[in-house]
């Protein structure tokens, strides 16, 4: 129930979320641009290291990323609200954050999307065309439910 719940939120929602290209440098100084991972489902993760429910979620996003990455979808997570960039490299180390972590506010973050609460997540299609928007935890298993809902709507 909680999972089709999300999905229909994930779905309802896409059409809220609107960007254009953006590119932003992670914390091991490599460019993240939308345009480098055409072909590719791009998920953007917004969250904060002392958000509850971005925690809770960054097993699942780190999972997703692993096993997805070579293939067809990449996970973002651009940190917002952190008192220390230290603070927040250290805080991925520690919970072995495999995915780029890039450092952001909210100005930076309008490249991509309004941000009303964290986690906030964005999806882009593999053509860079934004298509799901969460505010609020999400799993890798509704991510991949939507992904395999939308792949089967393509010819």
């Known amino acids: 129930m909680r999972r089709a719940l999300l999905l229909a939120i994930l779905l309802l929602a896409s059409l809220g979320a609107t960007a254009a290209e953006f590119a932003f440098k992670d914390t ?3 460019m993240q641009r939308l345009s480098d991972y055409r072909g590719k489902w791009v998920l953007v993760n917004f969250w904060a290291t002392w958000c509850p429910p971005c925690l809770d979620e960054i097993p699942d996003l780190i ?18 609200e952190y008192a220390s960039p230290k603070g927040v490299t ?15 506010d909210y100005k930076m973050a309008a490249q991509v999307s309004e941000i009303g609460s964290l986690p906030t997540t964005v999806l882009f299609d593999p053509a860079g065309k934004p298509t799901g928007y969460q505010e ?16 089967k709507k393509q010819p």
């Open 90 to 104: 250290d805080f991925a180390a520690k919970h072995a954050i495999s995915y780029p972590i890039i450092l952001g």
């Open 63 to 80: 999972a997703l990323h692993d096993a997805h990455k070579d293939t067809d979808l990449v996970v973002l997570g651009i940190a917002l």
């Open 28 to 30: 091991r100084g490599q």
């Open 136 to 151: 609020g935890a999400i799993t890798r298993a509704i991510v991949e439910e939507y992904i395999q809902s939308r792949s």
